[in-house]
């Protein structure tokens, strides 16, 4: 009964989710502190309505989130999460049979978005310093779609706002910057979508936000193109409380500044020790770190860590390595990580 594509694709694998116990989860990039309480006002406020359909272009979400972007509002289009904006982008660009390109490593949805399209991809390799190699500014017939995930995951590395522009002008199709974890890093490249109308940028409020359980995201694109993509999107792709609950989030600058600051020292912090244990880390500008141990194999490191209730994301890619990659979590969450990888490593 199903289509070919479908029978023979491999479903995307999320991170462990335990519904029972007390494991600390470093394994799905969660935010480890909870969001704004504005938050759960606005959600409360807005559950008294919840006779009425939600607004279907998310309008006080866009015109709050313009004036922190400082752009124009017609160029925000909502999502289900950014994963429902990749989606629209996968559907409303991508043919059967034409081709999606991004790097690898990186997010593995994207060769599941391409498969249940019926498209075809190219997994061009990051070059020895975790930057776009030379292959992947080259054209190629039916490119229809580029995916540059920004800070990458699992390297947490950056790609530079130069190499975006120059990818946008030496192809025919558009570039998506996927930005879910750009609040960790140093700058955002909202700014390109003005220089480029191929240039197209996605965010998400699970990560810097607190919100992975809300499942809201957004995009940022010359209004032409956010125009095209509404004809794309489900009719009523964000509900009620979740635009409610999104735009009450990215009204309080404050507390975004103060928990990215808090991530992002204990994410330092967690680096240095990491090395200290042995462990080879690269430098992240996400809320995670991806190590690898000198003398350890990462998948019993990470088994022996499960084994003792701590839950880290252990990633295997055939074409570059094995590795650990582990989210940033609180204080004392990562004074119990080390605890337990002194005496596994030792």
């Known amino acids: 009964m199903f289509r070919p594509e479908v029978v023979a694709m491999s479903p995307y694998v999320p991170g462990e989710q335990p519904q029972t116990g007390k494991a600390i989860k470093l394994n ?32 006080a979400f866009r015109i709050a989130a313009a004036g922190v972007l400082k752009v124009d509002a017609d160029m925000i289009l909502c999502g289900n999460g950014s994963d429902d904006c990749l989606t629209i982008l996968t559907r409303a660009f991508v043919g059967h049979g034409q081709k999606i390109r991004f790097p690898s490593p990186s ?23 975790f930057q776009l190699s030379d292959e992947f500014f080259r054209p190629s017939d039916d490119l229809r779609l580029v995916y540059i995930p920004n800070p990458n995951s699992p390297t947490g590395t950056l790609i530079s706002h130069d190499q975006i522009l120059r990818l946008a002008d030496e192809l025919d ?17 909202v700014s390109l979508v003005s ?30 193109v956010v125009s095209m993509l509404r004809k794309v999107k489900d009719s009523y792709n964000t509900d009620m409380l979740s635009i409610s609950g999104a735009t009450a989030a990215i009204s309080d600058q404050s507390w975004l ?51 003792r209730g701590i839950l880290v994301r252990y990633m295997n890619y055939p074409s570059w390595m094995d590795g650990l990659r582990i989210s940033v979590g609180t204080n004392e969450q990562i004074d119990a990580l080390m605890l337990v990888l002194r005496d596994i490593v030792a």
Not at 196 to 208: A, M, Q
Not at 269 to 286: K, Y
Request: charged share 25%.
């Open 257 to 307: 500044r103060e928990n990215v600051s808090k991530v992002i020292k204990t994410r330092e912090r967690m680096t240095s020790e990491l090395r200290t244990l042995g462990f080879s880390v690269i430098e992240s500008h996400a809320n995670f770190v991806w190590c690898t141990h000198t003398k350890h194999a990462s998948k019993l490191i990470y088994e022996e860590l499960k084994r």
């Open 173 to 189: 199709c558009p570039v998506v910057v996927d930005e879910a974890y750009v609040d960790f890093a140093p700058e955002s490249a």
């Open 107 to 129: 997010y593995i949805l994207y060769r599941t978005l391409a498969e249940l399209q019926g498209a075809r991809f190219e997994e061009v390799s990051l070059n020895d310093q």
């Open 195 to 224: 220089n480029n109308p191929k240039i197209i940028v996605t965010r998400t409020l699970s990560k810097s936000y607190a919100l992975a359980g809300l499942r809201f995201g957004y995009l940022v694109a010359h209004p032409e």
């Open 28 to 59: 799905t990039n969660e935010n480890p502190y909870p969001p704004t309480p504005k938050v759960a006002e606005a959600i409360a406020l807005a559950s008294s309505r919840l006779e009425r359909y939600p607004d279907p272009l998310g309008t």
